[in-house]
């Protein structure tokens, strides 16, 4: 029978066997070769660059004025609300429409009903998010959303496909504290 001196003394070293392996491939990991990384931001800056070509010639085809943001969000005030600024930590409600940019409509608030988040708590698009707190109560404004600031590059797991640009449009209709 062992006794639970030798089994803790075991599993003492067991467990420092465990911490130097997982240390180590963390190591590992963590050491990106140069080489690598620079290719990988080459494809990043490649993959940008088409995403915002395909971008200005929807716009363009359409006679849209947009503004863009630091970030990369394409977006267009056309109706300024009278209410109050969205702030972070607002409830929101909105009417919305969601096309990808070949103009496919995929999501609605006629069929799925009035959107409504917390701003800043997470749970919707980065670009939903920023492009909201542009806006006060009332507004209406369209978002373009390449997909770094939208789904990326897995999609929704049902109607948005990986690497899809979005195009919001939407009205803020109540802002809650």
Not at 12 to 39: H, V
Not at 83 to 107: A, F, H, M, R
Not at 110 to 136: A, M, T
């Amino acid at each position: 029978m062992i006794s639970y001196k030798w089994l803790s003394f075991y599993g003492l070293i067991g467990f420092a066997i465990l911490f130097s392996y997982c240390r180590n491939n963390q190591n590992e990991e963590k050491a990106i070769p140069r080489d690598y990384k620079q290719k990988l931001e080459k494809i990043n800056k490649v993959l940008l660059d088409k995403d915002t070509e395909n971008i200005q010639q929807f716009i363009k085809r359409r006679g849209w004025d947009m503004k863009t943001s630091q970030s990369g969000l394409w977006y267009m005030i056309y109706k300024s609300g009278e209410g109050e600024k969205v702030k972070k930590n607002n409830l929101i409600e909105l009417k919305y429409k969601i096309w990808l940019i070949d103009g496919s409509l995929i999501y609605s608030s006629d069929s799925l009903g009035i959107k409504n988040f917390r701003v800043g708590q997470g749970g919707v698009e980065p670009g939903l998010e920023e492009g909201v707190l542009l806006l006060n109560q009332g507004s209406c404004a369209r978002f373009i959303l390449p997909p770094h600031l939208a789904h990326g590059i897995v999609g929704d797991g049902d109607k948005i496909p990986g690497r899809a640009i979005l195009v919001y449009d939407i009205e803020v209709i109540r802002l809650n504290q």
